[in-house]
């Protein structure tokens, strides 16, 4: 899988078009249809500010998780209201919002936990052969 596809699986698990990408990133209108085989730092440090979760040893490679182990314990602090357009000093006022920014800020943990879980019952299964 190139570079090119990786992002756009990254952008389509977050739900977001290209567009919302380079809005979010800050990174310029086409950047995709750009893109090597190779991200600059300029390139990675946005991405990396507004999706800290993501592997960029992956997205750049291929190899290792799509996601990092090491995500924040705060599941808020990388949720869409920290990276949406909701400008400092406003807010949201409907708790129906609230709850979906919640619950898309929660799917790359669900994801981790997934591949934890069947990880360990790979390990399980090789614990019994040995038996």
Do not use: C
């Not at 949720?79 to 409907?94: A, P």
């Not at 898309?104 to 052969?129: A, C, F, N, P």
């Amino acid at each position: 899988m190139s570079l090119k596809n990786r992002l756009l699986d990254f952008i389509t698990t977050e739900e977001l078009n290209p567009n919302q990408f380079y809005i979010k990133t800050g990174l310029g209108n086409g950047f995709l249809d750009k893109v090597g085989e190779k991200l600059k730092k300029p390139s990675i440090d946005k991405i990396s500010k507004i999706f800290p979760h993501w592997n960029i040893d992956y997205l750049q490679t291929g190899e290792g998780e799509k996601y990092k182990d090491d995500l924040p314990n705060n599941a808020l602090s990388n949720n869409k209201i920290q990276s949406s357009t909701v400008q400092q000093g406003n807010y949201i006022n409907n708790f129906n919002d609230i709850i979906s920014l919640f619950s898309e800020s929660t799917k790359g943990y669900q994801e981790i936990i997934k591949k934890r879980d069947e990880h360990i019952d790979r390990l399980i299964g090789v614990i019994e052969k040995s038996k």
